[in-house]
């Protein structure tokens, strides 16, 4: 796993809520048996017209989409099905933070667990990044803030909340199952007590 | 006023406190264990990987159980034994699961295997669902075990391989809920009628960071099947897991399944659990109450599952513009009455509504009835186990001679990935789980149901309640 400091950029905007794993990657995509170039697939319903042209006034088919590491969603992002190809999706196609007020936990488990940082803003926070399509940010995970400068040039930090091993396997590029391996002693004691 | 009793626990607290390897620390998650870890063939391909890179095996084989159902054609194999596969990509995907499970000594129930179902009614079926256990699977409706008192929930490909590899997995503590659901359904209410209910109630992201405890009378009265359907959609509000706790009823549904002791052992196991069931007292960070009595046949007009009304009432107003687009892709209207609408396909299965309860119930509604000529119609079993019993009763031909297409078990049109899709604009009422944009084939129009309001819809070729049509005797004779 890419460990993952701090990083400044771009954001792309999402406005719409409960942005579901199957508009993040439809189910059709899923009969591969690795993630390699799955990003090609993201949000491919939206990226594509019915007749499977691409449409190219969409802001995920822009040039700027690829080079934005941030993405920022609408309400309870990532809800429905537990396939970790949605976030692998996001991951490969150059996004490194997806922004939101709410993320469904499954998706963010798998988030985690693949080096894509989720990030859970207070409500009036999320707004007015919301509001700041294109503008460049500033995610800090050794301080768990996000950097914003607003609209009258005064820079503004929030802090957001992560779960601390999340928080430290992400930053030292830690691969969560090396920890589970090394538990081997206590997983046999438990086993040997059922 | 009811004591708040330390000593006394949740369901969910039992379960919770009882598997865990390593508790939760200020710095580390708890490690939780295992019990039972179901697999498929679309979210573990990659799981199995890691057991490559790290050159080990799987931990526990015995605790491991897998099927094929997401990818898996519900057409027969032509006299050549071809199956009609969606892509070649499809059918790689289940070769590779096959091979995993030859490699590394799991025990899989394919094309061969009487028991071979969508994966959430076969654990069920096979009796490897149990009270007390912990059981995961890389899909997000596992939450269908909690049926049985299990705390059972969805996970991710890096985490089947955190499973496969250790038999355990990195958790931190959720949050508790128990929603209370007093007096008793009506007649012609299911399960799904109520879990939509409720989903409308907290919403679609209601239940996260929780698992939710389903209590009360109107639960207590629900058959093994019928929670399970309740239990499947409580993902469909964002949370983790729902739980019942084990009773008689639980006991007689296990009783004599095959992955269960017989006898003594087995009326040991039941005592104990009934032994799970909250304390009183037991502590939930979140309690709701809901009048069952008062819920109707519900289905949805929108396109996640919170957007739902009584079959009958008229669309509602848009209050936000993520409820407009929804509309606009439905192409309905607010205050237009859902019952204009033609519908063109039906699906009856999944694992929410494929069991031989949502059969029977539909097949009840087509007895003696045809459906709608521009209707097409698909009865998909969740299981070789409820096809056989399905067709034992003859209800294989009471669909076809209503003008349904009969399939074999699988997933199907529920996720739209093995060719049984709903064309782009076309409108299904589904007795699936999810009505997103596009959830059963790019461009497709969903309305979730109950199987006897999809049957009734089928009949009418539009919108319609059982109720309506059984009283509709001009254009559906009743012979029974």
């Known amino acids: 796993m890419r460990a993952f400091t701090a990083l400044s950029g771009p954001i792309l905007v999402l406005a719409e809520e409960n942005i579901d794993t199957d508009q993040i990657i439809p189910a059709r995509y899923l009969t591969v048996t690795d993630f390699d170039g799955i990003g090609e697939h993201v949000f491919a319903d939206w990226r594509h017209d019915a007749e499977g042209e691409l449409l190219t006034g969409h802001v995920l088919n822009k040039p700027r989409a690829r080079k934005s590491p941030i993405l920022v969603a609408g309400h309870n992002f990532g809800c429905g099905s537990s396939r970790e190809h949605a976030p692998q999706a996001l991951l490969d196609f150059g996004f490194r933070v997806v922004i939101s007020s709410e993320i469904a936990d499954i998706f963010k488990a798998n988030a985690q667990n693949i080096g894509l940082l989720p990030v859970v803003l207070e409500a009036e926070q999320h707004a007015r990044v919301l509001e700041m399509d294109g503008e460049e940010i500033t995610v800090d995970l050794e301080h768990s803030r996000v950097t914003v400068q607003m609209a009258d040039r005064a820079v503004q930090h929030w802090s957001f909340s992560i779960d601390p091993f999340a928080r430290h396997c992400l930053l030292r590029g830690l691969d969560r199952f090396d920890y589970l391996s090394q538990a081997e002693p206590d997983i046999k004691k438990f086993e040997e007590r059922l | ?480």
């Not at chain 2, 890096?158 to 250790?166: D, F, I, P, R, S």
């Not at chain 2, 989903?199 to 960071?209: A, F």
């Not at chain 2, 639980?250 to 005592?271: H, K, S, V």
């Not at chain 2, 031909?397 to 604009?425: H, K, Q, T, Y």
Request: proline share 5%; with cysteine; glycine share 10%.
């Open chain 2, 1 to 480: 006023m009811p004591r708040l009793d330390m000593q006394a626990e949740s369901l969910f607290e039992k379960l919770w406190n009882g598997h865990l390897v390593r508790p939760q620390t200020d710095e580390t998650p708890a490690i939780m264990y295992i019990d039972l870890h179901l697999v498929h063939e679309v979210t573990s391909p990659q799981g199995f990987d890691l057991l490559r890179e790290q050159g080990i095996g799987v931990r526990c084989s015995g605790r491991t159980l897998a099927t094929l159902d997401h990818s898996t054609p519900t057409l027969p194999a032509d006299e050549n034994g071809q199956r009609p596969w969606v892509t070649e990509q499809a059918s790689r995907q289940v070769q590779t699961l096959q091979g995993n499970c030859e490699e590394f000594g799991i025990e899989l129930h394919g094309w061969d295997s009487p028991s071979r179902g969508v994966v959430h009614v076969m654990g069920p079926e096979l009796g490897a669902t149990q009270p007390g256990m912990t059981i995961v699977c890389g899909d997000s409706h596992t939450s269908t075990h909690g049926a049985f008192g299990a705390l059972a929930f969805g996970i991710g490909t890096t985490e089947v391989g955190h499973v496969l590899a250790t038999q355990c997995l990195l958790q931190n503590k959720p949050r508790s809920m128990r929603i209370n659901l007093e007096g008793e359904l009506g007649k012609g209410v299911t399960a799904k009628d109520l879990a939509l209910h409720i989903i409308n109630r907290i919403g679609m992201h209601g239940g996260t960071g929780h698992v939710i405890e389903y209590a009360g009378a109107a639960v207590r009265g629900l058959d093994m099947e019928s929670r399970m359907t309740l239990c499947n959609m409580t993902i469909e509000a964002g949370a983790k897991a729902g739980m019942v706790a084990p009773d008689q009823i639980t006991i007689d549904y296990l009783r004599g399944r095959p992955r269960l002791p017989e006898g003594e052992a087995f009326e040991q196991a039941a005592r104990q659990w009934l032994q799970l069931a909250s304390d009183p007292g037991a502590h939930f960070d979140q309690e709701i109450s809901l009048d069952a009595s008062t819920v109707a046949p519900r289905i949805t007009y929108g396109t996640n599952p919170a957007m739902s009304i009584n079959v009958g009432e008229r669309v509602p107003t848009a209050t936000s513009d993520s409820q407009e687009k929804a509309l606009s892709y439905m192409d309905l209207r607010a205050g237009q009455s859902l019952a204009e609408r033609p519908i063109d396909l039906v699906f009856i299965g999944s694992c929410t509504n494929g069991r031989i309860s949502d059969l029977r119930a539909a097949a009840n509604v087509l007895r003696d009835r045809r459906i709608a000529p521009h209707v097409r119609m698909l009865v998909v079993p969740g299981s070789e186990a409820v096809l056989r019993e399905a067709e034992q009763e003859g209800l294989d031909e009471l669909f076809r001679s209503a003008g349904a297409e009969w399939r074999l078990p699988g997933c199907s049109m529920c996720i739209a990935m093995n060719g049984d899709l709903v064309p782009p604009g076309k409108t299904a009422v589904s007795t699936s789980n999810r009505n997103f944009e596009g959830r059963q084939g790019a461009g497709s129009r969903t309305l979730l149901a109950s199987p006897e309001t999809a049957a009734a819809c089928a009949v009418a070729g539009r919108i319609a309640s059982f109720a309506e049509i059984k009283s509709d005797s001009k254009t559906t004779p009743e012979i029974t």
